[in-house]
């Protein structure tokens, strides 16, 4: 069942192909229509503060949330509204945040900076402002962290600040007074001078105090610093054309393998033999595969094409199917037009003549006469039509053509008529198939489909009809309504004929196909020329032939 599925699948390995060459095309063209987007980097490394222990666990779980929480603030809005002003960007910091991508490294105290841009420039200049505020603004708020006290400390220098230049300012001034060499002056200026040196001993002091507070505040928090400045990309990061074409390959080839099995539930055609038994209730008589060639017979044009020995084989599938049996004239119709019928009573025409026998093949189709075209263009002017509506009697002999095959002739329709039911639904006509019964071994008569009613009138006036299926385009219904049809008017149905198969259909695989296709050596010494192998068949036809005849014989005996 599997291998089934499997060959009716490979019937449309086409829609696969075309898939993954559509989506990758599309995918090819799409991705080079995109703008191309740069991507530039730089690395965050956030330092623990010196007083931290680096050997305690909790102390390591803390560096690696805090690490992830100052991941999460690089890219806050006070950071990004800063960036657009220094680089006067033309966007809003929603837009900002957009092209920008924070990363923790994990286990380590480093955060990746990514800032995608169509100008590779720009994404390098943003993602440099960008950390470069983060630190600033990262600094102050740690500044900040001294509170009130650093704020009085601040207060109190810049007081003894302005204390010491009054101080100084009242020194220069008395110094340049014209009696500053008087005692009381010299007085007051000892005097100043003694609270200058202590107003500088408190304003150093303060200083002091002031970088112990700022330090403290400094050790609290971590140390950001960037271990590499963002350099503008040479590469684009997307689209990836070459990866984009061959994912929209891979997905188109998904994408048809899927129509594809929905095509083989779906499709409800014949196929293979085992479609032909199941609707029959009876295997396949023969099946003629796919094969490229040379138009017109195929026993004459390729006489070791796999169609010519698929015919073969029906050959000898008929002789066995009728042996012991009386069988003169058979009828070839099919499910539906185009099924191969007409090329179906050509060939068997021809392989049987081949094998012996005298045969003559007649167009019944009084609709669409193809008969005389297959066989290589015979006159079609006089005919089945002139048999029928003649008033006197006309020399049936006068009328069968011979073909290009030795052993077979052929009666065309000649002039078609305005009501082809009426016509072979006649006396005549049973006259007409029996006196060809007499006239060869076997009448082949080409019909039209089995919808048509002339297919059932003329059922009913020979031995045995072959239908011929379409692998792949007869559908199941049209094949078991042929049947039925055909049972109902009452003569024995030989068996299907599967035309135009896949290889394997029919119970045979490609290694017979390239056997019985094989070019023969050529010489003639030992008689194995170019008809060589023609002779043979005709030897090989002739002997089976004889031999089915003797034990037809043997069985009326």
């Given at each position: 069942?599997?291998?089934?599925?499997?060959?009716?699948?490979?019937?449309?390995?086409?829609?696969?192909?075309?898939?993954?060459?559509?989506?990758?095309?599309?995918?090819?063209?799409?991705?080079?229509?995109m703008t191309p987007i740069y991507q530039a980097q730089l690395t965050l490394l956030i330092e623990e503060s010196q007083g931290t222990g680096a050997g305690d666990y909790n102390d390591i779980l803390a560096a690696e949330r805090r690490t992830r929480t100052f991941s999460r603030l690089v890219a806050q809005r006070?950071?990004?509204?800063?960036?657009?002003?220094?680089?006067?960007?033309?966007?809003?910091?929603?837009?900002?945040?957009?092209?920008?991508?924070?990363?923790?490294?994990?286990?380590?105290?480093?955060?990746?900076?990514?800032?995608?841009?169509?100008?590779?420039?720009?994404?390098?200049?943003?993602?440099?402002?960008?950390?470069?505020?983060?630190?600033?603004?990262t600094q102050q708020r740690q500044a900040e962290i001294a509170g009130p006290?650093?704020?009085?400390?601040?207060?109190?220098?810049?007081?003894?600040?302005r204390q010491i230049d009054e101080a100084n300012a009242r020194i220069a001034e008395l110094q340049a007074q014209p009696n500053a060499g008087d005692p009381a002056v010299q007085e007051e200026i000892r005097n100043l001078q003694a609270q200058l040196a202590q107003f500088t001993e408190t304003h150093s002091a303060l200083i002091e105090a002031q970088q112990r507070i700022l330090a403290s505040a400094?050790?609290?928090g971590p140390r950001i610093r960037v271990t590499a400045d963002a350099i503008p990309p040479d590469a684009p990061i997307r689209p990836r054309t070459t990866l984009n074409t061959a994912l929209g390959g891979v997905l188109g080839t998904l994408l048809g393998l899927g129509v594809v099995l929905v095509l083989v539930y779906l499709d409800d055609t014949v196929k293979d033999a085992e479609d032909v038994r199941r609707l029959t209730g009876r295997p396949a008589l023969g099946w003629i595969p796919r094969f490229r060639g040379p138009s017109g017979i195929a026993l004459v044009t390729a006489p070791r094409s796999p169609v010519s020995e698929g015919y073969r084989s029906l050959r000898t599938n008929l002789q066995f199917a009728t042996l012991g049996q009386e069988v003169r004239s058979i009828l070839v119709t099919s499910a539906r037009?185009?099924?191969?019928?007409?090329?179906?009573?050509?060939?068997?025409?021809?392989?049987?003549?081949?094998?012996?026998?005298?045969?003559?093949?007649?167009?019944?189709?009084?609709?669409?006469?193809?008969?005389?075209?297959?066989?290589?263009?015979?006159?079609?002017?006089?005919?089945?039509?002139?048999?029928l509506l003649a008033d006197d009697e006309v020399d049936l002999a006068a009328l069968l053509q011979e073909?290009?095959?030795?052993?077979?002739?052929?009666?065309?329709?000649?002039?078609?008529?305005p009501n082809p039911t009426d016509v072979l639904d006649s006396p005549r006509m049973h006259e007409l198939i029996a006196g060809l019964e007499r006239m060869a071994d076997m009448v082949l008569v080409d019909a039209p489909p089995v919808p048509v009613s002339d297919a059932l009138v003329l059922a009913g006036l020979v031995d045995r009809v072959l239908l011929v299926a379409y692998?792949?385009?007869?559908?199941?219904?049209?094949?078991?309504?042929?049947?039925?049809?055909?049972?109902?008017?009452?003569?024995?149905?030989?068996?299907?004929?599967?035309?135009?198969?896949?290889?394997?259909?029919?119970?045979?695989?490609?290694?017979?196909?390239?056997?019985?296709?094989?070019?023969p050596d050529t010489g003639d010494q030992d008689g194995s020329g170019p008809g060589a192998s023609t002779?043979?068949?005709?030897?090989?036809?002739?002997?089976?032939?004889?031999r089915a005849v003797d034990a037809t014989q043997r069985g009326n005996q």
């Amino acid at each position: 069942m599997t291998s089934s599925i499997l060959a009716r699948g490979l019937r449309w390995w086409w829609i696969v192909l075309v898939g993954a060459l559509a989506a990758a095309a599309l995918a090819y063209l799409v991705s080079a229509a995109m703008t191309p987007i740069y991507q530039a980097q730089l690395t965050l490394l956030i330092e623990e503060s010196q007083g931290t222990g680096a050997g305690d666990y909790n102390d390591i779980l803390a560096a690696e949330r805090r690490t992830r929480t100052f991941s999460r603030l690089v890219a806050q809005r006070p950071v990004l509204e800063e960036t657009i002003r220094r680089l006067s960007l033309r966007m809003t910091p929603e837009e900002l945040m957009a092209v920008i991508e924070v990363t923790p490294i994990r286990d380590t105290q480093l955060v990746t900076l990514a800032v995608s841009d169509p100008s590779p420039a720009r994404a390098a200049a943003i993602a440099n402002t960008v950390a470069e505020v983060f630190i600033e603004q990262t600094q102050q708020r740690q500044a900040e962290i001294a509170g009130p006290g650093a704020d009085q400390v601040q207060q109190n220098i810049e007081a003894i600040q302005r204390q010491i230049d009054e101080a100084n300012a009242r020194i220069a001034e008395l110094q340049a007074q014209p009696n500053a060499g008087d005692p009381a002056v010299q007085e007051e200026i000892r005097n100043l001078q003694a609270q200058l040196a202590q107003f500088t001993e408190t304003h150093s002091a303060l200083i002091e105090a002031q970088q112990r507070i700022l330090a403290s505040a400094a050790a609290s928090g971590p140390r950001i610093r960037v271990t590499a400045d963002a350099i503008p990309p040479d590469a684009p990061i997307r689209p990836r054309t070459t990866l984009n074409t061959a994912l929209g390959g891979v997905l188109g080839t998904l994408l048809g393998l899927g129509v594809v099995l929905v095509l083989v539930y779906l499709d409800d055609t014949v196929k293979d033999a085992e479609d032909v038994r199941r609707l029959t209730g009876r295997p396949a008589l023969g099946w003629i595969p796919r094969f490229r060639g040379p138009s017109g017979i195929a026993l004459v044009t390729a006489p070791r094409s796999p169609v010519s020995e698929g015919y073969r084989s029906l050959r000898t599938n008929l002789q066995f199917a009728t042996l012991g049996q009386e069988v003169r004239s058979i009828l070839v119709t099919s499910a539906r037009p185009g099924d191969g019928k007409t090329t179906t009573v050509v060939n068997l025409g021809a392989v049987l003549a081949q094998g012996g026998q005298q045969v003559i093949v007649v167009d019944a189709d009084l609709r669409r006469p193809r008969l005389h075209a297959a066989l290589g263009n015979v006159p079609n002017r006089f005919g089945l039509t002139n048999l029928l509506l003649a008033d006197d009697e006309v020399d049936l002999a006068a009328l069968l053509q011979e073909t290009d095959v030795p052993g077979l002739r052929v009666l065309t329709t000649g002039p078609l008529p305005p009501n082809p039911t009426d016509v072979l639904d006649s006396p005549r006509m049973h006259e007409l198939i029996a006196g060809l019964e007499r006239m060869a071994d076997m009448v082949l008569v080409d019909a039209p489909p089995v919808p048509v009613s002339d297919a059932l009138v003329l059922a009913g006036l020979v031995d045995r009809v072959l239908l011929v299926a379409y692998s792949g385009r007869t559908r199941s219904a049209e094949l078991a309504r042929a049947v039925e049809e055909l049972t109902r008017a009452g003569t024995p149905l030989l068996g299907v004929l599967l035309n135009r198969a896949e290889a394997g259909a029919g119970g045979y695989d490609l290694y017979y196909a390239e056997y019985y296709s094989a070019e023969p050596d050529t010489g003639d010494q030992d008689g194995s020329g170019p008809g060589a192998s023609t002779r043979l068949s005709q030897r090989l036809g002739t002997l089976v032939s004889g031999r089915a005849v003797d034990a037809t014989q043997r069985g009326n005996q």
